[in-house]
């Protein structure tokens, strides 16, 4: 019974760091509901009327989410600056609350500035978020100039929540939070090996299913992997370390997205296209499920369950003899003479299990230190060897990153932005209702948070506009059943809070929902609460999104075409710089930085694919533009997923002894980065005339190259493989992008 219940425990355990990597959203939903909940404690016990407890709750609310440093100190000095930013943000509430126009004149210079402030990283933005919310909340409660002392003391008490709530109650670490996410990641990559299992057995009317849960497997994966590569550099005290784990989770992800490639082409008539992972809808090749009877087949389906087994196995628990000799059989794959017989397709499958093995053995080794090799087989000990060799050779560097200057410098054009759209809100608000106008420049300012075009506020206008109206209702609802019970309706506005922070990530419509939820609750406390609040609520919303995305399309626009063709640009530029680093060190060049180049090339793709949101939304109406830029996209994901095994296998080069050195690499590189400077060239300026060029197969350019020369060393399939893939993927992107493709030369 006990080992049942630990299963059952460990499957929840798993379930929940897979579906919260880091249980950052847990934490972040605990911590401010945790700093509410001692800030209306201490006040009722000092005899705090409603309406200060309200301005506690708001007041430490806003002093947890704040703060974004990931060191514990640097928090704990922004939230020591942060308390006379809000006292100073709430008496200038209270002085300009009966001077209309000086008070508004002010309320859009803070804006501006608060805005303004995030040029200054994490603290600016901190601190402009406590300035901003906090005279909001003055604003919300009436403060006068008579109640200051009460309100000081209320916001001083808020900010002490806070404080004790984050380092004390709910403490957050670096190192705890990269300890999850390696859980998460964990978790993750056993989910996708499940899904790599039901591909195995799906039979033609799952097999869009099967595809579709791989798809999205491989893709919660790579958001884990660059959630932790993230976090490295803080939650780890050496910078080896870090490194080494940054190389062992770019392995697995490699590997285990690899393996279901080589599944899928298993039990295709034709070899799978990588773009079939990545682009949602793409066509599933031809063929059907393998042999259900055949005993290579089954032989396939235990190892998949014994690889599962291992991923789930955690770090700190001993591997077991029965572990050990399953580890075993499946590192013994990467020899040929272990393979068993079968097609050439379930054979390359076998491989995959192999070396999707080595990439568990290693991340095992990297996060829990050296493993017991009592029962390795030589197969083993020969990975243990080269992973040895491998962590040696890792070392460390480091890249300066430039800004742009005056109204071209982001947070410049977005402060001048959110002012002007917030000064309209503010007479627009206005003549809607003189008592809660300031709902219109709250939903303006929002817009511009983490916006960067006016298609993405656009998008995120109408997401708060729709989780405002359905949460107007709700308000209506829940003000019913609270009636005027203070500790009830509190209760309630914590669990919305909750809801808000756990559900900000994944969904803004449903944050508005929760915040608008408990906003209806707060207006029955403040016996402010009617219909036509919540009315007034929902059109001062519509307005101050609508204020936003003036602002945003005629006060220095910065247009969804503009925005994503920059970082398109961006992206190949990145991959150009993996991909010829990687081929120089394939070609016998000096060692670079693959790593810092994959990473750099990852969160450039990651900009790419939030900025496209505007464009792939499903309310788009153009929906032939909206598959050119999900085609697009997955086409550069396929790119990076080659770029980044050409780089994992550079790096094996002073270790690995099936790959060498070989100059003639250089011919097949230099064709691929011409074809991708062209595309870029072209997409920053459409006269570019250049041409795409394409011709022979790299392995054809390789023997072309020194016809009747020797070898200079061994190159694998896989990396010819690779090369050939992402050279059709860089000509594929000729076609969606308008870029003139030459005729293949003679």
């Known amino acids: 019974m006990r080992a049942v219940g630990g299963s059952v425990r460990a499957r929840l355990r798993d379930l929940v760091a897979a579906s919260d990597p880091g249980l950052l959203r847990l934490a972040a939903g605990l911590r401010t509901v945790g700093a509410i909940a001692l800030t209306l404690a201490v006040l009722s016990l000092l005899g705090a009327d409603v309406r200060h407890l309200v301005a506690g709750a708001i007041a430490a609310m806003v002093s947890t989410f704040a703060i974004r440093e990931k060191q514990r100190g640097q928090q704990a000095v922004t939230l020591a600056l942060g308390l006379p930013v809000a006292l100073a943000s709430v008496s200038l509430g209270a002085v300009l609350h009966s001077r209309v126009v000086g008070g508004d004149l002010f309320f859009v210079a803070l804006i501006f500035c608060a805005v303004y402030a995030r040029r200054f990283g994490d603290r600016g933005t901190a601190l402009g978020l406590i300035g901003f919310q906090v005279y909001f909340m003055s604003l919300f409660v009436g403060a006068t100039v008579s109640g200051l002392p009460q309100l000081w003391g209320v916001v001083a008490v808020a900010v002490a929540s806070s404080a004790v709530v984050r380092f004390a109650l709910v403490p957050e670490t670096p ?41 999205d497997g491989t893709a919660r994966l790579h958001e884990t992997a660059m959630m932790i590569q993230g976090r490295l550099e803080e939650g780890t005290a050496d910078e080896a370390v870090a490194r080494l784990v940054q190389r062992r989770i770019a392995d697995a992800e490699i590997a285990a997205e690899r393996l279901g490639l080589l599944l899928l082409t298993a039990r295709s008539a034709e070899r799978a296209d990588t773009l079939t992972l990545h682009l949602p809808g793409a066509p599933v090749p031809p063929g059907g499920p393998l042999p259900v ?48 017989k079968a097609s050439p397709g379930v054979q390359d499958v076998f491989r995959g299990i192999g070396e999707a093995a080595r990439a568990v053995l290693g991340l095992r080794i990297a996060l829990g230190g ?63 209702s003189s008592q809660r106008w300031y709902w219109a420049v709250l939903t303006c300012w929002i817009v511009f948070i983490n916006t960067a075009s006016t298609g993405e506020i656009l998008v995120k206008g109408y997401r708060r506009l729709v989780g405002t109206v359905l949460g107007v209702v709700a308000g209506l609802l829940l003000a019913g059943l609270v009636g005027h019970h203070t500790w009830t309706a509190f209760a309630l506005v914590l669990l919305c809070v909750f809801a808000m922070f756990y559900t900000a990530p994944l969904s803004y419509t449903l944050m508005s929902f929760f915040v608008t939820a408990a906003l209806g609750v707060l207006y029955t406390l403040l016996h402010t609460y009617s219909l036509s609040v919540l009315v007034v609520r929902v059109e001062e919303t519509a307005l101050g999104a609508a204020c936003g995305i003036i602002a945003a399309a005629f006060v220095l626009p910065v247009h969804t075409d503009r925005r ?49 949101q505007p464009l792939t939304h499903p309310v788009t109406p153009m929906r032939t533009r909206r598959n050119t830029a999900r085609y697009v996209v997955a086409l550069l994901e396929t790119c990076a997923y080659h770029a980044r095994s050409l780089a994992a296998m550079a790096e094996l080069l002073p270790t690995h002894p099936s790959i060498a050195a070989d100059p003639r690499l250089r011919r097949a590189g230099k064709r691929i980065l011409g074809n991708i400077g062209v595309i870029s060239a072209r997409v920053a300026d459409e006269r570019a ?48 992008l308008k870029v003139p493709v030459a005729a293949p030369k003679r």
């Open 370 to 432: 050296p493993q017991d090799d009592a029962d390795d087989t030589p197969s083993t000990a020969r990975s243990r060897e080269e992973l040895d060799a491998e962590d040696a050779a890792i070392d460390a560097g480091e890249e300066a990153e430039e800004t742009a200057a005056g109204l071209e410098r982001p947070t410049t054009r977005a402060a001048v932005q959110v002012a002007v759209g917030s000064a309209l809100a503010i007479v627009g608000g206005e003549f809607l």
């Open 689 to 736: 005339l250049a041409e795409v060029e394409t011709g022979a197969s790299i392995a054809s350019l390789l023997e072309a190259d020194l016809p009747g020369g020797s070898r200079y060393g061994r190159i694998t399939d896989r990396v010819l493989r690779h090369l050939q893939r992402l050279d059709e993927a860089v000509v594929g992107l000729a076609r969606p």
């Open 564 to 612: 994503t063709n920059d970082l398109l640009v961006t992206v190949l530029d990145r991959l150009a710089d993996v991909t010829e680093a990687a081929v120089d060190q394939l070609s016998g060049g000096d060692p670079a930085e693959l790593l810092d180049k994959a990473r750099d090339l990852d969160q450039a793709l990651a900009d790419l694919r939030t900025a496209t």
């Open 293 to 340: 009877q055949d005993e290579s087949t089954a032989m396939l389906r235990r190892d998949l369950e014994a690889l599962r087994l291992l991923v789930l196995r955690p770090v700190s628990e001993d591997l077991g003899t029965g572990l050990a000799h399953l580890r075993n059989r499946l590192l013994g794959y990467r020899d040929e003479e272990n393979l068993p």
């Open 175 to 215: 190192a705890g939070i990269l300890q999850r996410l390696r859980e998460a990641f964990r978790a993750r990559l056993a989910q996708l090996v499940t899904a790599q299992l039901a591909l195995l057995d799906a039979g033609p009317e799952e097999i869009d299913k099967a595809v579709e849960d791989v798809r």
